[in-house]
């Protein structure tokens, strides 16, 4: 918007934050998928030429020997991405009792990577940043799997416990 322009309410309802969430608890596991990234329910369909603040919370549960890894799978768009999350190896701390906290600012391409403690205890990460899309944008979609392959439960945890909210900024 500039001085002088009459908005629209396209325009204003563009602005409004969006929120899509994960329904159902999704788990993958060695005689699954292993490590090879699965979409979620986490999908969007972005307007081209704009420019989008996102926050995506997780809630996962992963053995410590497996963890949980996401990625987005995205075409015509540049993602600016920061990370925060529990370090690998986390299965030797209580989970009540923390462990060590790993913060990134990963590569578009890279893989994310958070710490488990077995399928009963439920974790959090954190994934934010901007996305700017081009003329022709493809859908943006979460994606996980674990990080190292078990036979043991790894879960994104659904029921409204993992949200991806994003605003058009620009």
């Known amino acids: 918007m500039y001085a002088g322009q009459i908005a629209t309410a396209d325009q204003w309802n563009a602005l409004i934050p969006r929120m899509v969430t994960q329904e159902n608890d999704q788990t993958v596991t060695?005689?699954?998928?292993?490590?090879?990234?699965?979409?979620s329910e986490i999908s969007v369909q972005?307007?081209?030429n704009a420019l989008y603040e996102y926050r995506l919370w997780l809630s996962y549960s992963a053995d410590g020997a497996a963890d949980f890894k996401w990625a987005w799978d995205l075409t015509g768009m540049l993602i600016c991405s920061f990370t925060q999350a529990n370090a690998a190896g986390l299965s030797t701390a209580s989970v009540n009792d923390g462990g060590?906290?790993?913060l990134r600012r990963p590569a578009a391409t890279t893989n994310r990577i958070a710490g488990g403690s077995g399928a009963v205890n439920f974790h959090s990460a954190y994934d934010w940043g901007t996305l700017q899309t081009d003329?022709?944008?493809g859908p943006i979609t979460l994606q996980f799997a674990q990080n190292t392959s078990s036979a043991n439960d790894t879960i994104l945890r659904g029921g409204n416990q993992t949200r991806f909210l994003?605003?058009?900024i620009r």
Do not use: W
């Open 135 to 137: 003329a022709a944008p």
């Open 100 to 102: 060590d906290v790993i």
């Open 46 to 48: 972005l307007e081209p």
């Open 30 to 39: 060695s005689a699954t998928t292993g490590t090879t990234l699965v979409d």
């Open 166 to 168: 994003y605003q058009r």
